[in-house]
């Protein structure tokens, strides 16, 4: 089993940055995949970014360009730096951890809220 911590959640002007943080502890797989996802009210949860533990990377197109994931594999932590936030991107941020068997563990979940 895994914990997800999560951490750096606020509230920011339009164009405005965040950094979010999210360290996994517990019996976890070298190899595996961690990301953000994001939920809004009455939408579903989409996938923000992703990253593999040998350092690949995937993301939404909507915040391509803005967002960049990283991951620290020492630490055992994602981060999410987020740039130029917009109204759109207010929601409810899930960090996610995947193994090479597919089990799924999820964060608590950090509010990101944007002003315009």
């Known amino acids: 089993q895994v914990q997800l911590v999560e951490s750096g959640g606020g509230l920011v002007q339009a164009g405005g940055s965040l950094r979010l943080s999210c360290t996994v502890s517990?019996?976890?797989?070298?190899?595996?995949?961690m990301g953000w996802y994001r939920q809004s009210p009455g939408k579903q949860r989409e996938l923000v970014a992703a990253?593999?533990?040998?350092?690949?990377?995937n993301a939404a197109d909507s915040v391509k360009g803005r967002f960049t994931i990283s991951r620290d594999n020492a630490k055992n932590t994602v981060y999410l730096q987020m740039n130029d936030l917009k109204p759109e991107d207010t929601a409810v941020y899930y960090c996610?951890?995947?193994?090479?068997?597919?089990?799924?563990?999820w964060g608590q979940g950090t509010q990101v809220t944007v002003s315009s």
């Open positions: 996610n951890y995947v193994t090479p068997r597919l089990q799924t563990s």
């Open positions: 990253i593999a533990s040998g350092g690949s990377t």
């Open positions: 517990g019996s976890i797989f070298s190899i595996n995949i």
